[in-house]
């Protein structure tokens, strides 16, 4: 079986550290900034960054509605930090435009200075062993999580991680610890629905 093709969105964030990560597990990474880049992976991982910046690009890049169409076909996607802003379906506060793919609303740097950048020790569901170190850099949280967006670790009483089908949030950075647990999470996710999901 061949690996998976795993795109990380190229246009603003940790890229770098998320295709390192993924190389690190055998998978196929690659970077997406083009909808011909985005119909040639199996799963996308939206980094970090400046959501209201990486919003326009989308647009700008012609990203947009591919990338709601494939995600309505079942491709799994996982934002980290402004990613899962990206996604949301509300910014708190907010009138920004999203993606409106989680069923969860968002509110920016929520943690404010005692989170601003720290490491945490997180107890996530359904992920085995030791607590994940959390890194969270002005940080936004889960405000509320509706329907089928289930949270997976929460922080201080306020969701950092959720879970919704096919789509992964994380509120903190997973590609900047030396912890591949989560990125094997998505791995796996992408490797299960591949064969419906890629478009060849």
């Known amino acids: 079986m061949s690996a998976p093709r795993i795109g990380v969105l190229g246009l603003q964030g940790d890229v ?14 690659r970077t997406v900034k083009t909808a011909h880049d985005l119909a040639e992976v199996d799963g996308l991982i939206i980094p970090g960054g400046e959501s209201t910046t990486v ?7 012609g990203l947009t509605k591919p990338l709601i169409e494939r995600v309505k076909e079942g491709m799994p996607v996982w934002g980290t930090c402004m990613g899962m802003i990206v996604m949301a379906e509300h910014v708190v506060g907010s009138s920004q435009p999203t993606l409106g793919l989680l069923n969860i609303d968002v509110k920016r740097n929520a943690f ?45 009483g306020k ?14 950075h997973p590609e900047l610890t030396d912890d591949p647990r989560i990125h094997k999470l998505f791995i796996d996710l992408v490797e299960r629905v591949a064969p419906e999901t890629v478009a060849r």
């Open 159 to 172: 969701g950092v991680m959720v879970r919704q089908g096919n789509l992964l949030g994380t509120s903190f």
């Open 112 to 156: 404010g200075r005692q989170v601003e950048s720290a490491e945490v020790p997180l107890a996530i569901s359904g992920l085995s062993g030791k607590p994940f170190p959390g890194v969270f850099i002005r940080a936004p949280w889960i405000e509320s999580a509706r329907d089928n967006a289930k949270i997976m670790a929460s922080l201080d």
């Open 55 to 61: 919003g326009a690009m989308l647009n700008r890049f």
């Open 16 to 29: 770098e550290e998320h295709l390192a990560m993924l190389r690190r597990l055998k998978a196929d990474a």
